[in-house]
């Protein structure tokens, strides 16, 4: 006997990704920028010359280049469209 209101079918490619799974690459990238700005820092007090103002201006433009990227959240830049699923339609028909 067939249903009359079968059960919905969720693709697995449009489940989210886990809330935790996200704030620890935001963690990742956050701490990633910031080890590197620190980097800047040393290697300015080493550095002489342009190096020494590259370096400077990157310590101080890193700190908004690392929050911009941490925030950037959930978006899923890859997918532009939402996936559908291939049982849903063989029942369809």
Do not use: H
């Amino acid at each position: 006997m067939t249903e009359k209101n079968p059960e919905q079918v969720y693709a697995i490619t449009s489940a989210v990704t886990g809330l935790s799974y996200d704030q620890n690459a935001r963690k990742r990238r956050y701490l990633f920028s910031m080890s590197l700005r620190t980097i800047c820092f040393v290697g300015a007090v080493f550095a002489q010359g342009n190096l020494r103002w590259v370096l400077i201006v990157g310590a101080i433009f890193l700190p908004y280049v690392a929050v911009v990227i941490a925030n950037a959240g959930r978006e899923n830049f890859f997918s532009t469209s939402q996936a559908q699923s291939p049982t849903r339609s063989i029942d369809q028909n």
